[in-house]
């Protein structure tokens, strides 16, 4: 099945810095990333689609120049979070769907990414 | 735009014990319905997919889903629960076209399995 790689697993980091989350498949390309945001005890809400070559497209109420989203090449798809305050402090979870391939009809997720802000 | 509401936020049940999650959706246009479930800490793993045919769907790990149009649920079922089924499991939705795969989301349902 199609395999999607999301790193790193943890991050700890200091305010106001900034923390790259890399989401790569492995084995299909992805025009189309989502990422997905999950606060404790909460459910995943949908933060940006990431298109391949072009702007990533933002859900209502979520800061683009807070969360840059790079969707350079078919196989990977970056979130920056920048100048990180501790309520930024949440579980980010990409998907991707392999469009060309047979389990098109399914989105894959990456193991997510437990982001602590101190 | 759609809406997902899992009915109970969390479902204690015993080993062996049938068990029955509760989902209902909100969509002005069709949807293709999906359950997932999360381990702690970890991403998602899908168990089931509704696109089209047959009602009753089945997935991994003996679980089974039916949709039903009228009532506008996906409720998801196991016959006879294990221990490691317990963790945390969401009821998700998508539209087609170009917005297939930005899935809306249940508040989630944690399953916990005694023994």
């Known amino acids: 099945g199609a395999v999607v790689s999301q790193h790193p697993s943890r991050v700890i980091c200091k305010s106001g810095t900034s923390v790259k989350i890399e989401c790569r498949s492995l084995d299909f390309q992805a025009t189309t990333m989502f990422w997905y945001r999950q606060f404790p005890k909460q459910s995943l809400m949908l933060m940006a689609t990431s298109n391949e070559g072009s702007k990533a497209t933002y859900e209502q109420g979520v800061e683009k120049d807070k969360f840059l989203i790079n969707h350079a090449s078919l196989t990977l798809s970056t979130l920056t979070v920048t100048s990180a305050h501790p309520e930024d402090s949440s579980f980010y979870i990409c998907?991707?769907?392999?469009?060309?391939?047979?389990?098109?009809?399914?989105?894959?997720f990456g193991q997510g990414t437990r982001l602590t802000v101190v | 735009a759609q809406s997902v509401t899992q009915l109970d936020s969390q479902v204690p049940v015993f080993e062996e014990a049938p068990v029955e999650l509760r989902c209902n959706y909100s969509s002005s246009v069709s949807v293709y319905l999906f359950w997932y479930v999360q381990y702690p800490n970890q991403g998602l793993q899908l168990l089931l997919k509704y696109l089209s045919g047959s009602t009753l769907v089945k997935g991994i790990n003996g679980f089974e889903a039916e949709f039903n149009k009228s009532q506008t649920s996906f409720h998801l079922r196991k016959p006879s629960v294990h221990i490691s089924d317990t963790a945390e499991y969401f009821c998700a939705v998508t539209a087609g076209g170009t917005s297939y795969g930005k899935l809306t989301f249940g508040q989630g349902t944690i399953l916990t399995v005694h023994p």
């Open positions: 998907s991707a769907r392999d469009v060309f391939g047979t389990t098109n009809t399914e989105a894959f």
